[in-house]
Structures are given as C-alpha cells and as structure tokens.
C-alpha cells in the first residue's frame, strides 16, 4: 500500500502558474505509475495527467497538453505537476493517485489539494 500527500494548491490568477507536489510513502512507492485527477465543482472526478515508475513515459488529457506537466523525482519519492497558462476552468480539487496504466484510474489517492484560478 502507498500512502500518499498532496501540497501546492493555492489560488492563481488566469494565466499564472502553479506546481503541485505529491510525496508518497510505502516500501515500493517507487514502484508505481503515478498520476494527476481533478474534480471541479459539479463535476465528475477526471483525468489530468500519468507517468510510469521509471518516468520514461508520460501521458494527458487533451485539454492541458502543452500547459501541464507532470515529473518524478524517485530519489524523493515525490511526483510534481507543473500547472501553466491556467484557465478559469482549471479549478478544482486536484488528486494524486496510484494509477493503472492501461486504464488510466486510480488506485491509491491522497486528500486533495484545491487550485482555484480566478479571472
């Protein structure tokens, strides 16, 4: 089991920037495809971004290719997500989760940290 903590939230203004951090714990946190899933008010929980284990791969939704971008640092068992030119509709509570890789869901999920971009 991994357990896992996210940070970095924070109110922004459209355009600006912020970058999340989720550190994760477990004796083979290391181990797992880690990911990125919002939910905005009203909405469902979705997909935001993934990246393998090894960090060779990575994978997004379409609407934040090219503003978003998700990393690893395995040394510190902390995945980050880098959030740009953000927009309005970015707001939400973002979550961190152990992620299946085939079907790019979740399995373990941290508490939520909320980003809020303001116009």
């Known amino acids: 089991q991994v357990q896992l903590v996210e940070s970095g939230g924070g109110l922004v203004q459209v355009g600006g920037s912020l970058r999340l951090s989720c550190a994760a714990s477990g004796r083979t946190s290391s181990r797992y495809n880690m990911g990125w899933f919002r939910q905005a008010p009203g909405k469902e929980r979705e997909f935001v971004a993934a990246i393998t284990g090894s960090g060779a791969l990575t994978n997004y939704a379409n609407s934040v290719k090219g503003r978003f971008t998700i990393s690893r640092d395995t040394a510190k068992n902390t995945v980050y997500l880098q959030l740009n030119s953000l927009k309005s509709e970015d707001t939400g509570v973002y979550y961190c989760?152990?992620?299946?890789?085939?079907?790019?869901?979740?399995?373990?999920w941290g508490q939520g940290t909320q980003v809020t971009v303001s116009s």
């Open positions: 989760a152990s992620v299946v890789w085939g079907t790019m869901t979740g399995d373990y």
